[in-house]
């Protein structure tokens, strides 16, 4: 046989040998779980984390029939941090998937590097425009929301009450920017005040000034962690609660914020895609169990990390242990698993349709501060940024 001939079919069958081996099952399913555990937005990261090890409870450590083993690290907060854990997680831990960033200040400067390594990302969190429109990436899936899709809830809620005059308050970082767009989206009435702080401010003196002497009908504000919980203190001790109303996302809303604020918190409105009372078996399932797991009360960050390891149990089994990407993504599209929202689909950027629903702060028969879902403001919403998404 000629040589050549013989080293080209050598050569031929490696490489038919090894894209079969890239192709058989794996023996187990890492996880790359990078959020939020120290500082101003630490509860909002041990949500995160609690939500997904709760459905690793349910599926008993497995993911799709494999062992699932999650590699945790804590960004901190910080863009720098995020970018060293991400190289360890790739490059030391050789995570098949990644998840679990909160804030969009540091989702942005990693992602690049967890794309161009062909890495899976599932968003438990933040959804930007950057991944929403026309840079949309086959790799990003948004599990929770674009960021733009609850403020824009509570902007259709306010507009609906007539409020004519809304003043607006949000840090000043991307997530921020857009949320109050999101707001202004769907809200056309007149604005008082626009508000940016800094990321992770504490003392709201001044903006609280600037709310009292501009007196608008209601102030919507978007301040995720411990920045909500003191507005709220702040804004009521200063008594202007009595007299403007006080809309949110559910973000600042949230169960934890309730228990970290107490009573001045009561009749806060505000906007999710999850409420604790949503009537479904998966979400009664998950409430009941969080409470005994953790002796505290799930939130909707704690929703977001549940459904996606939920939803990366249905694509590992789909695909029958491959955890290639372009097995997973297709499977992963499919959204066949049992949210804790109820209907869940994912739209052409791979970011959610759903409902978006009011909640209201109220004290329960028990006497302690709950939401409780009032009612459906937006109905398997769209966000507006898909149409210039080009993926199929």
Known sequence: MNRNLWSRRALAALVCMAAAAGASAADKVKVGLLTTLSGPGSALGNEIRDGFNLAL????????????????????????????????????????????????????????????SGTIYLSTNTGPENYAGAGCNPNFFAVAWQNEDIPAAMGKYAADQGYKSVALIAPDYPGGRESLNGFKRLYKGGLSEEIYT?????????????????????????????????????????????????????????????????????????????????????????????????????????????????LLDSAVRQTGGKLEADALRPALRRADFKSVRGDFKFNRNQYPIQNYYLRVIEAGADGKLANKLTGTVLTQYQDPFAASCQMK
Do not use: C
């Open 57 to 116: 409870q349910h599926t008993g450590g497995k993911l799709g029939g494999l062992p699932a083993e999650v590699v945790v690290a804590d960004d901190q907060q910080k863009a720098d941090t995020g970018r060293q854990a991400v190289e360890r997680l790739l490059k030391r831990d050789r995570v098949d998937i990644m998840t679990g960033i909160v804030f969009s200040n540091v989702l942005l400067p990693v992602m690049p590097a967890i794309l161009q």
């Open 198 to 310: 800094q990321l992770g401010q504490l003392d709201y003196g001044v903006e609280i000034t600037r709310l009292r002497a501009s007196k608008p009908d209601a102030v919507f504000f978007f301040l995720p962690g411990g920045m909500g919980v003191n507005f709220i203190k702040q804004f009521n001790g200063a008594g202007l609660s009595k007299d403007i109303a006080l809309l949110a996302p559910g973000f600042s809303g949230d169960e934890d914020t309730i228990a970290a604020v107490g009573a001045p918190i009561q009749g806060l409105r505000n906007t999710s895609q999850w409420a604790a009372d949503l009537d479904n078996p998966a979400n009664r399932k998950f409430v009941e169990d969080f409470k005994k797991t953790y002796n505290r009360s799930p939130t909707l960050y704690a929703s977001q990390g549940y459904d996606a390891a939920m």
